[in-house]
């Protein structure tokens, strides 16, 4: 294209994205924002034509614009991040993408970033309450945040400090763990239990996994999905929707989802099931397969004899089955199995019986190379981890777990994800103020939060505002949060407006004014993730493991400093001029170069340092023992990239870790963590079951067994139940102030463009009187929102599906109607009520939320 086509082009180009005013660009925080501006400043930050050197360079850099966590190249041009693309280094998933990866470059270029400290001057908090930050100096800033962590160490109160953690990467371990620990608080929380902590649960206490799957997709032949939606919401993404045209030639896929997700639209079959009843489903899956003898005797086991006796309503004698790699099979059976006939099921979710009857045998006929996938429609259920256990005990039945065309944990890759111990630089105060109850009461009877099989390891997220609500077990008085908006995320957003409200004093480190920043006192600009950060992800799948670098490839664009390496490093250094220097000293003589041993010089060379650090044993001499051979760190640095090897099939039959090295169809992992759970409480394992919430008491408790499904609200009153789904172009919560978000929203089945959509049924719309298009308002027992409805035949009657990422009243002009007042459409999370699956931990999304509808 010559210079005057490129003029011509670039001219269209700032005519369409034109707008009518500039609006306020800068830090602004009140005020009606318009859509044009933003634009318009968008396109101003581009370099004009005439300064285009027509020359650019590629940048490895990884994507966090969901948990795919895709590396990716940014192509470069004169200073500006132009395009990206997939990093041909990855062994997961090559050159391929999806559209989230689009959307980072309109989150780096938004004209609604922060670009500048901040701090509040209106004392009052509230929703309500316009916070009046006005700018101030990271000197300052770092100043007073330093003057309140001291002041609670002068009273030995250190436990009153908290750090809240959402997105991370694996560089988090000094601001997130060392430095809370020497500050002397026991409070650093997580964001896990909010994500798909319950996921976890059946592949722990099963096959001893605490960690996501893989799937095998390349060599499957039958893939039977819970609500997971590989091609648009699901890890790795970017794989499988390069991979999933090939996968359907080779495999039937049945997708289990009470909307008809993109996923589903392209199956060879779609259950629309009822919202919180997938176990159900499952179980007699496993009925019917044991029935007719269709498990993968290889993997499990058989009868000594050779006959199936497994007979509905029966129970089985156990010395009659000989176990192979799997242990407890016919003690499920006796225990729960026996009653789960797929007429049971078909009446308890809604389903045909002979589909499941049909699923049963057409798995049973693929076996082994079978897949199970669960998600959090699924799983983040109040009783969430026996719908876990459920759907992965299919893996383990039909021999699919650690075999070709199964599914794989995630390869080992070797880093120094914990920084040295700490313990050496924690004082008398620090170490009295470690030993406090946790803000969100993990632990205690009710919330065992079993993170790898013990109590209190695991976190609970949304329990946070609760517990700071009720003062229990005591209040937060010093608040340092970053890569989060929980008033936003987590269910029942009331509540943590109210609790943020109470807390004495808040700092978050966020790219953009969140609805969790409206409530802060100090607001500290963040370096974009993708384009301006160090840091360290890794992910898996296509059998392998890949560990890829976050690196600067532009300069910077405002006052932003990087979240968990810049930060802490100025925290450290005012802590030490004000007579507190552990911090500062445990950075200068632990964190040190791998290469040189010695220390950041200074607060430049500090994020490459702790990147040099963590990916220290791959780029090491000993890198190639588990995958790609580096010859340093330049290399690293170079690619971006590296793989583990390709995982070894059947490497832990009969050595898993659980309690019997087998796959547990009985689990005594399980009963031995709900043991020692009790044991700590001194009741029995039943009285943890009824405190948690759940039923199936006694030994049925350590199987995986049909638990209904909580439902909050009277039937009459809320007469249909939510789905909240996720999007293909969420960045999480992220997306909503980007222009193209709303442009191609219609890319999501049933969705409108422009429009914040909630799908009914035609049948159900017909009875309500709606038409698409009408404004309604969804309400539930905890809160209303309101958005506009679709009728669509790609929804279980009964249910509303609505995609979870709209309904700012914060983050910038384009994700809300009047930036800090009115919301763009409805966040989900205002009507979900704030329940929780007490085993993980994790909060339930899925299942139990009844809602009405009402007309605008």
């Given at each position: 294209?010559?210079?005057?086509?490129?003029?011509?082009?670039?001219?269209?180009?700032?005519?369409?994205?034109?707008?009518?005013?500039?609006?306020?660009?800068?830090?602004?925080?009140?005020?009606?924002?318009?859509?044009?501006?933003?634009?318009?400043?968008?396109?101003?930050?581009?370099?004009?034509?005439?300064?285009?050197?027509?020359?650019?360079?590629?940048?490895?850099?990884?994507?966090?614009?969901?948990?795919?966590?895709?590396?990716?190249?940014?192509?470069?041009?004169?200073?500006?991040?132009?395009?990206?693309?997939?990093?041909?280094?990855?062994?997961?998933?090559?050159?391929?993408?999806?559209?989230?990866?689009?959307?980072?470059?309109?989150?780096?270029?938004?004209?609604?970033?922060?670009?500048?400290?901040?701090?509040?001057?209106?004392?009052?908090?509230?929703?309500?309450?316009?916070?009046?930050?006005?700018?101030?100096?990271?000197?300052k800033a770092m100043d007073l945040l330093a003057d309140k962590i001291m002041a609670l160490r002068e009273k030995n109160e250190t436990h009153k400090y908290a750090l809240l953690r959402g997105r991370y990467s694996l560089c988090n371990d000094l601001l997130y763990s060392k430095m809370t620990a020497m500050i002397g608080s026991p409070n650093n929380i997580s964001h896990s239990s909010i994500c798909a902590e319950a996921h976890k649960m059946g592949p722990y206490y099963m096959d001893g996994n605490w960690g996501y799957m893989q799937y095998d997709v390349k060599n499957t032949k039958y893939i039977l999905s819970f609500g997971a939606d590989p091609i648009a919401s699901n890890r790795q993404v970017s794989f499988y929707s390069s991979e999933w045209g090939n996968t359907l030639d080779r495999a039937k896929v049945v997708v289990v989802d009470p909307r008809l997700s993109a996923s589903a639209a392209k199956a060879h079959k779609w259950i629309p099931i009822e919202t919180g009843t997938d176990s159900a489903l499952a179980l007699a899956i496993a009925h019917h397969a044991l029935v007719k003898g269709l498990w993968h005797k290889p993997f499990v086991g058989d009868f000594s004899d050779g006959k199936n006796r497994f007979v509905a309503g029966k129970e089985v004698d156990p010395s009659t089955f000989t176990d192979a790699h799997a242990y407890g099979l016919v003690k499920w059976w006796n225990l729960a199995l026996k009653d789960y006939t797929?007429?049971?099921?078909?009446?308890?979710?809604?389903?045909?019986?002979?589909?499941?009857?049909?699923?049963?045998?057409?798995?049973?006929?693929?076996?082994?190379?079978?897949?199970?996938?669960?998600?959090?429609?699924?799983?983040?259920?109040?009783?969430?981890?026996?719908?876990?256990?459920?759907?992965?005990?299919?893996?383990?039945?039909?021999?699919?777990?650690?075999?070709?065309?199964?599914?794989?944990?995630?390869?080992?890759?070797?880093?120094?994800?914990?920084?040295?111990?700490?313990?050496?630089?924690?004082?008398?105060?620090?170490?009295?103020?470690?030993?406090?109850?946790?803000?969100?009461?993990?632990?205690?009877?009710?919330?065992?939060?079993?993170?790898?099989?013990?109590?209190?390891?695991?976190?609970?997220?949304?329990?946070?505002?609760?517990?700071?609500?009720?003062?229990?077990?005591?209040?937060?008085?010093?608040?340092?949060?970053?890569?989060?908006?929980?008033?936003?995320?987590?269910?029942?957003?009331?509540?943590?407006?109210?609790?943020?409200?109470?807390?004495?004093?808040?700092?978050?480190?966020?790219?953009?004014?969140?609805?969790?920043?409206?409530?802060?006192?100090?607001?500290?600009?963040?370096?974009?993730?993708?384009?301006?950060?160090?840091?360290?992800?890794?992910?898996?799948?296509?059998?392998?493991?890949?560990?890829?670098?976050?690196?600067?490839?532009?300069?910077?664009?405002?006052?932003?400093?990087?979240?968990?390496?810049?930060?802490?490093?100025?925290?450290?250094?005012?802590?030490?001029?004000?007579?507190?220097?552990?911090?500062?000293?445990?950075?200068?003589?632990?964190?040190?170069?791998?290469?040189?041993?010695?220390?950041?010089?200074?607060?430049?060379?500090?994020?490459?340092?702790?990147?040099?650090?963590?990916?220290?044993?791959?780029?090491?001499?000993?890198?190639?023992?588990?995958?790609?051979?580096?010859?340093?760190?330049?290399?690293?640095?170079?690619?971006?990239?590296?793989?583990?090897?390709?995982?070894?099939?059947?490497?832990?039959?009969?050595?898993?870790?659980?309690?019997?090295?087998?796959?547990?169809?009985?689990?005594?992992?399980?009963?031995?963590?709900?043991?020692?759970?009790?044991?700590?409480?001194?009741?029995?394992?039943?009285?943890?079951?009824?405190?948690?919430?759940?039923?199936?008491?006694?030994?049925?408790?350590?199987?995986?067994?049909?638990?209904?499904?909580?439902?909050?609200?009277?039937?009459?009153?809320?007469?249909?139940?939510?789905?909240?789904?996720?999007?293909?172009?969420?960045?999480?919560?992220?997306?909503?102030?980007?222009?193209?978000?709303?442009?191609?929203?219609?890319?999501?089945?049933?969705?409108?463009?422009?429009?914040?959509?909630?799908?009914?049924?035609?049948?159900?719309?017909?009875?309500?009187?709606?038409?698409?298009?009408?404004?309604?308002?969804?309400?539930?027992?905890?809160?209303?929102?309101?958005?506009?409805?679709?009728?669509?035949?790609?929804?279980?009657?009964?249910?509303?599906?609505?995609?979870?990422?709209?309904?700012?009243?914060?983050?910038?002009?384009?994700?809300?109607?009047?930036?800090?007042?009115?919301?763009?459409?409805?966040?989900?999370?205002?009507?979900?009520?704030?329940?929780?699956?007490?085993?993980?931990?994790?909060?339930?999304?899925?299942?139990?939320?009844?809602?009405?509808?009402?007309?605008?």
């Amino acid at each position: 294209m010559n210079n005057t086509n490129k003029q011509g082009v670039d001219t269209r180009r700032r005519s369409l994205l034109k707008a009518s005013a500039t609006g306020a660009i800068a830090t602004g925080v009140t005020g009606t924002f318009a859509l044009n501006p933003m634009i318009d400043a968008i396109a101003a930050e581009l370099p004009s034509v005439d300064l285009r050197t027509g020359t650019g360079s590629w940048h490895p850099t990884t994507c966090q614009g969901c948990t795919s966590w895709c590396a990716k190249q940014v192509y470069v041009m004169d200073g500006r991040a132009i395009k990206v693309r997939g990093n041909h280094h990855s062994k997961i998933h090559d050159t391929a993408s999806c559209p989230r990866q689009h959307l980072n470059l309109q989150q780096v270029y938004d004209p609604d970033r922060l670009k500048t400290p901040m701090i509040r001057t209106n004392p009052n908090k509230g929703h309500d309450q316009d916070p009046q930050f006005q700018p101030i100096s990271w000197d300052k800033a770092m100043d007073l945040l330093a003057d309140k962590i001291m002041a609670l160490r002068e009273k030995n109160e250190t436990h009153k400090y908290a750090l809240l953690r959402g997105r991370y990467s694996l560089c988090n371990d000094l601001l997130y763990s060392k430095m809370t620990a020497m500050i002397g608080s026991p409070n650093n929380i997580s964001h896990s239990s909010i994500c798909a902590e319950a996921h976890k649960m059946g592949p722990y206490y099963m096959d001893g996994n605490w960690g996501y799957m893989q799937y095998d997709v390349k060599n499957t032949k039958y893939i039977l999905s819970f609500g997971a939606d590989p091609i648009a919401s699901n890890r790795q993404v970017s794989f499988y929707s390069s991979e999933w045209g090939n996968t359907l030639d080779r495999a039937k896929v049945v997708v289990v989802d009470p909307r008809l997700s993109a996923s589903a639209a392209k199956a060879h079959k779609w259950i629309p099931i009822e919202t919180g009843t997938d176990s159900a489903l499952a179980l007699a899956i496993a009925h019917h397969a044991l029935v007719k003898g269709l498990w993968h005797k290889p993997f499990v086991g058989d009868f000594s004899d050779g006959k199936n006796r497994f007979v509905a309503g029966k129970e089985v004698d156990p010395s009659t089955f000989t176990d192979a790699h799997a242990y407890g099979l016919v003690k499920w059976w006796n225990l729960a199995l026996k009653d789960y006939t797929p007429e049971w099921a078909a009446d308890v979710a809604g389903l045909n019986a002979n589909d499941i009857r049909q699923i049963a045998e057409e798995m049973g006929a693929a076996a082994p190379a079978v897949q199970v996938w669960t998600a959090r429609g699924a799983v983040m259920q109040t009783r969430g981890t026996y719908t876990s256990m459920a759907c992965h005990a299919l893996n383990g039945l039909f021999g699919g777990v650690d075999n070709e065309g199964g599914v794989f944990p995630y390869n080992k890759t070797p880093l120094n994800k914990n920084f040295p111990d700490a313990s050496d630089y924690m004082d008398a105060i620090a170490k009295k103020g470690k030993k406090h109850e946790k803000i969100d009461q993990r632990g205690r009877l009710e919330l065992p939060a079993m993170k790898k099989g013990k109590s209190g390891k695991g976190v609970v997220t949304a329990n946070v505002a609760s517990s700071i609500n009720a003062a229990d077990p005591y209040e937060i008085e010093v608040m340092l949060a970053y890569f989060n908006n929980f008033a936003f995320s987590a269910p029942d957003t009331k509540q943590w407006e109210q609790a943020l409200s109470k807390v004495g004093f808040m700092a978050h480190i966020t790219t953009n004014i969140s609805e969790f920043s409206w409530f802060a006192d100090l607001l500290l600009p963040a370096n974009h993730h993708m384009f301006e950060k160090w840091g360290v992800l890794n992910a898996a799948g296509n059998g392998v493991s890949h560990i890829s670098l976050q690196k600067p490839s532009i300069e910077r664009l405002y006052d932003t400093r990087q979240d968990e390496s810049e930060v802490p490093y100025l925290l450290a250094q005012k802590l030490a001029e004000k007579g507190f220097d552990l911090p500062w000293r445990y950075i200068n003589e632990q964190l040190l170069d791998p290469e040189t041993g010695k220390p950041a010089a200074n607060i430049d060379e500090f994020p490459e340092l702790l990147a040099k650090y963590v990916t220290a044993p791959l780029w090491g001499k000993d890198g190639g023992k588990y995958g790609d051979q580096l010859s340093g760190w330049d290399e690293l640095k170079q690619k971006g990239v590296w793989n583990s090897h390709e995982y070894k099939p059947k490497a832990r039959w009969s050595k898993f870790k659980t309690e019997t090295h087998k796959f547990e169809f009985y689990s005594k992992t399980l009963e031995k963590a709900l043991g020692k759970h009790a044991k700590k409480h001194h009741v029995d394992v039943n009285e943890v079951i009824e405190a948690c919430e759940y039923t199936g008491y006694d030994q049925v408790a350590f199987v995986p067994n049909y638990q209904a499904p909580v439902r909050d609200g009277d039937a009459k009153a809320f007469p249909l139940l939510l789905v909240d789904q996720k999007s293909r172009l969420n960045l999480e919560g992220r997306s909503a102030n980007s222009p193209w978000y709303y442009e191609f929203k219609d890319v999501d089945p049933g969705d409108l463009a422009d429009e914040d959509t909630a799908k009914i049924n035609p049948i159900d719309g017909e009875k309500l009187g709606l038409k698409t298009g009408d404004k309604i308002r969804l309400v539930s027992t905890v809160g209303s929102i309101e958005c506009t409805v679709a009728l669509w035949e790609g929804i279980r009657p009964g249910s509303v599906a609505k995609c979870y990422g709209q309904g700012h009243w914060a983050y910038g002009r384009a994700a809300s109607k009047e930036f800090g007042k009115q919301a763009r459409g409805g966040n989900n999370n205002t009507i979900i009520p704030n329940r929780f699956d007490r085993f993980s931990g994790a909060s339930a999304f899925y299942g139990h939320i009844r809602i009405r509808i009402e007309k605008v």
